[in-house]
């Protein structure tokens, strides 16, 4: 008899028991059945899980479930390449933790993947949900903005999830571990009252079978986190785990709140039958997971609306292919879900076929057989041979389309690396729960036999992860469209400091100004606190956009500033919180760095004699808020401030004393006497009048307090002293800068949140005093728009030196800035370049904001602006593209594997032409390690045309909005160039137009077009 036959005759026999055995009751197919609830110990452990997560099985296997969110980073591919971060390093750290469970059997692990399309837009609803009811409270009208964003993103947007499932089965104990269980069973058993339909865990706790499953579940953790290097993993509760498996049977038809009853849930239901006591128990986890009846039609199966196709692997793939090329490999347009399932024992399940082949290896056709079984078992001695099954299905709304997806879904298969595939089944209806996440021990119908470190590499370890998924508020995608959500300033970063660089061009400015406006859709009951310091008018779209989102009494807001260096725009830099008499620590700490930024050297970028200088402006900061406040304060003088006269008068005030006691009130008295009367905005007024200026410092420099300290001392490298050196520069400083000379004029509302301070008007040039101009301007527009930001940090010190009668205003404002997170922009900073001091404040406003709950971020043209201490700093970066030499600055410092780096590069710059977005390598330090990927940002074309920043673009807007207002200029825009641009057709008519003004006749065109839908 031929030896070839038997060994087919056999296997075929096998093969068709494990295929072809069919149940006819559904739930039958799973064989979950009860819990292990938690003890204190895994409460102690794992503090986060309020349910069991430990299910059994009819069998007596225990199971648990981690949800894989994907890789930190991206991991090199290339198999020759095994330093730490590259995919054969985790692979070899995963192999070498499994090496000795993989030896013996009793263990199984199985991985599920699926990517669905058709849920693309369930991640971004779910995900602006919370935005939508933001809004609502807030009352501003973003709807029209939400509701495109849902638009835009559902074509590029797949659900991707992946699990990991783990058993244990009593095969680990030992024999007398085994009996003493079932002997204490029966005892239990004999008083138990029966319950035939329910779950009873008593029957199923076994201390060291869960001792032997925690254990692997802790170095499987240990080995796929990789020291903060690997992957994102979390181990779910059974409640999710039975909503996911019932959601993967019902799609369609299965709640999002829907969970499975467990011992501890359970209600009593339904009546009593006899003396079974199951209506007074949680039923069986098949029986509540599997309810629906599916359908077989030949080797399809239908599932209430949806018709699923199946496909196994028969043969494993040839060559060594990884999974991210099965997910290129698969069209985006299928849906589809694939099961892979690890045991170990492989070479014992070959048992019977390596005996046989070593007697007839003889035979010229066994001997390639014989061959292949000897190799394994030379590899088995180092590197556990496995028994693997590998299972995919796709699904329809038709019997056609589930056909299409199948022969797609199966072409993909096939083509990775090689694969045998088959898509008949002797009972589809087993093939189809074997995709299904856990439930069901048994596996696939062919088992293929790979070592250990083989079958790992086929696993979709290096899929992109994010730490925030499910608790987002900023939407991006991977380059194969999968979900990745972004929370901004949450609690998973220890600081909120984010660098923008990017070239003109790139969509630098949209991507700051779409953040800040997806903050303001997040709000909790307000307007959050946005402080805005640009130059070019970048940020005015996104201001304008908020007031038409506003109603009419709530516009002062969000508001708008350009700057200009005159007297209708002075803003004191001497100002002190309203009711104070001296500045509290920020404050001064702000008026201390712009006072020795007008003594900086252009040269060196520094103050001369940086140390003394700092003391010598301190002192004179003390100085004059001890003059000005306590010894000498300024005296009232009628026509000073015309509406504080009219308030005395209207209020009365002014006839309440005579003559003689007017002429020596000072403002601090007449700011008391308003602020009583409750006229708070004059009261304002008084308060500026009270406050020291600039032109007095060069008087008090000369006051015996500092003259006898630092009299003496001189410049470094020259005989002038150092106090005539300040003293002229203090001059020239007021001379230069009259916007911050006097006493203040610009006052902002008690109820603006979002301020944008445009410094186009008020930079300085090219040249390093012109840089130094830009770089103190910035500190000054900073204090404007967000210098009290600080204030919560500092209560005590304000409720100590503040008069109580202001403590109501001011702690109202207090409480205000302390429940929400503010965010401070600056824009342009390359505008600053050089003047190290500037860079220098900075960076210590932004070092002592982390702990005040403030978002800072930081945008400049090139990576190698930023200086080196606010690049150690920043832990969180926006790129749109830099240069090849700052590959290893952004390797070595943030920990961006190359690959990545040099893939990006590669990419084209700006916008897809398909419409998918601008690529972005986003890069987050956060509480598990660092998350670099490359995603995809993409923008509806309402949003683009309220944050586009370009010349021609901003020049098209505002001529329309002048002509139709802001809001339907946008629509119109939006309507006609949804790519969110009219550059290139702009720049056509300028080049084959006879025109005077292209953007101005496009304007009109525009408009005639809209007839009477204008």
Request: hydrophobic residues 40%; contains cysteine.
């Amino acid at each position: 008899m031929n030896i070839n036959r038997i060994i087919f005759a056999i296997e075929d026999c096998i093969s068709t028991l494990s295929r072809y055995s069919v149940s006819a009751f559904f739930p039958d197919y799973c064989d979950l059945h009860t819990v292990i609830g938690l003890d204190q110990q895994d409460r102690e452990r794992r503090p986060w899980l309020k349910a069991p997560y430990i299910a059994t099985t009819k069998q007596g296997y225990y199971l648990s479930v981690f949800e894989i969110s994907g890789a930190l980073k991206e991991m090199d591919e290339n198999p020759d390449q095994t330093a730490p971060g590259t995919l054969e390093s985790l692979i070899a750290a995963l192999a070498e933790r499994m090496n000795t469970a993989w030896k013996n059997s009793g263990h199984k692990i199985s991985f599920v993947f699926e990517r669905d399309p058709e849920r693309g837009r369930d991640e971004i609803e779910a995900m602006l949900l919370p935005q939508r009811k933001s809004i609502a409270r807030t009352g501003i009208l973003l709807q029209d903005v939400l509701d495109e964003k849902v638009t835009t993103l559902t074509p590029w947007l797949v659900r991707e999830r992946c699990w990991l499932t783990v058993w244990s089965s009593e095969e680990l104990l030992s024999r007398t571990d085994r009996k003493d269980h079932q002997t204490r069973v029966r005892k239990l058993a004999e008083h138990a009252p029966p319950a035939r339909f329910a779950q009873d865990p008593w029957r199923w706790t076994l201390s060291a079978l869960k001792i032997r499953h925690d254990a692997l579940l802790d170095t499987l953790e240990q080995a796929l986190t990789h020291d903060s290097d690997g992957l994102l993993i979390r181990l779910m509760d059974i409640h999710e785990v039975g909503r996911e498996i019932r959601r993967q049977l019902e799609r369609n038809s299965t709640p999002a709140v829907w969970q499975p009853h467990l011992p501890e849930d359970a209600r009593p239901a339904g009546w009593r039958q006899g003396g079974d006591t199951s209506v007074f128990h949680a039923p069986s986890l098949n029986l509540q997971l599997f309810t629906t009846q599916p359908e077989t039609h030949g080797s399809l199966i239908q599932a209430g609306e949806l018709w699923h196709g199946m496909v196994a692997i028969t043969l494993p793939p040839q060559n060594l292919r990884t999974f991210n090329q099965l997910v290129r490999d698969v069209p985006r347009a299928i849906p589809w879900r694939i099961r892979m399932d690890l045991m170990p024992d492989g070479m014992k399940a070959l048992g019977v076929k390596k005996t046989l082949l070593t007697y007839s290896s003889f035979i010229p056709p066994l001997r390639p057989m014989y061959d292949s079984v000897m190799m394994l078992n030379d590899i088995n001695k180092h590197d556990p041979v496995c028994i693997m099954t590998i299972v995919a299905t796709t699904w329809g709304n038709s019997r056609e389309v589930c056909t299409r997806n199948q022969a797609l879904l199966k072409s993909a298969l096939e083509g990775w690396g090689v694969c045998g595939t088959t898509t008949t089944f002797g009972d589809p209806r087993r093939a189809w729960v074997n995709t299904v996440l856990a439930a069901s021990h048994s596996s696939g119908p062919i088992p293929l036999y790979p070592p250990l470190s083989h079958a790992l590499s086929l696993f979709p370890l290096n899929r992109a992860g994010s730490v925030w998924r499910g608790q987002g508020n900023l939407m991006m995608h991977t380059e194969d469209g999968s979900a990745w959500e972004v929370a901004l300033a949450s609690s998973q970063q220890n600081k909120h400091t984010e660098l923008t660089p990017g070239a003109p061009g790139l969509g630098k400015s949209i991507l700051i100004n779409a953040l800040s406006e997806i903050q303001i859709a997040s709000a909790q009951k307000n307007l959050p606190f946005i402080a805005y310091i640009d130059k070019g008018f970048s940020a005015q779209g996104l201001v304008q956009l908020i007031r038409d989102s506003l109603p009419e009494q709530r516009k002062d807001e969000a508001v708008g500033i350009i700057l200009s260096n005159d007297p209708d725009h002075t803003r004191n830099l001497f100002d002190v919180m309203y009711g104070a008499r001296k500045p509290v620590t920020p404050e001064k700490n702000f008026m201390v760095s712009v006072l020795c930024a007008l003594c900086v050297d252009t040269g060196t970028g520094q103050p001369c004699n940086p140390g003394d200088t700092r003391q010598i402006i301190s002192s004179l900061v003390d100085l004059a808020f001890r003059e000005y406040g306590e010894n000498n304060p300024r005296l009232y003088r009628a026509g000073t401030e015309p509406l504080v006269d009219l308030a005395l008068e209207e209020s009365g005030i002014a006839e309440q004393h005579d003559a003689g006691w007017w002429n020596a009130a000072t403002w601090f008295e007449i700011r008391d006497m308003l602020h009583i009367a409750g006229n708070i905005p004059a009261a304002q007024r008084a308060h500026y009048q009270a406050m020291p200026l600039l032109a007095e410092m060069s008087a008090l420099l000369g006051q015996p307090s500092i003259r006898d300290v630092f009299g003496t001392v001189q410049r470094d490298n020259s005989e002038e002293r150092l106090l005539d050196y300040i003293r002229r520069a203090l001059d020239q400083g007021h001379s230069d800068y009259p916007m911050m000379s006097g006493c203040t004029r610009f006052m902002l509302s008690p109820d603006t949140r979002v301020v944008a301070v445009d410094l186009n008007n008020v930079a300085g040039d090219k040249t390093p005093a012109g840089r130094l101009r830009t770089g103190i301007m910035y500190l000054l527009a900073g204090q404007i728009a967000g210098g009290d930001f600080v204030l919560p940090q500092y209560q005590e010190e304000i409720r100590k030196n503040l008069d109580p009668r202001y403590h109501e205003v001011i702690f109202r404002r207090i409480e205000q800035l302390d429940q929400e997170v503010k965010t401070k922009v600056y824009d342009e900073l390359h505008n600053a370049k050089g003047i190290n001091f500037i860079w220098e404040a900075l960076d210590t406003q932004e070092l002592e904001q982390r702990k005040f709950g403030i978002r800072t971020v930081l945008s400049t043209q090139l990576l190698q602006h930023y200086p080196p201490a606010v690049l150690k700093s920043a832990n969180t970066l926006w790129l749109l593209r830099y240069r090849p030499d700052e590959i290893p600055f952004l390797r070595d410092n943030f920990g961006v594997p190359e690959v990545t780096l040099r893939r990006f590069l590669k990419m084209p710059e700006g916008a897809a032409p398909d419409g998918s977005g601008v690529p972005v390598l986003a890069v987050f330090r956060v509480k598990n390690g660092t998350l670099a990927r490359i995603l995809k940002f993409t923008l509806g074309p309402l949003e683009l045309w309220a944050l586009n920043s370009s010349p021609k673009d901003s020049a098209l807007r505002r001529a329309l909005t002048q002509e139709v207002g802001s809001l339907r200029a946008r629509q119109i825009l939006a309507e006609h160039f949804p790519r969110g641009s009219a550059t290139s057709l702009i720049e056509h008519r300028a080049r084959t137009h006879d025109s005077e003004n292209v953007i101005h006749e496009l304007a009109a065109e525009l408009i005639r077009k809209q007839g009477y839908n204008l």
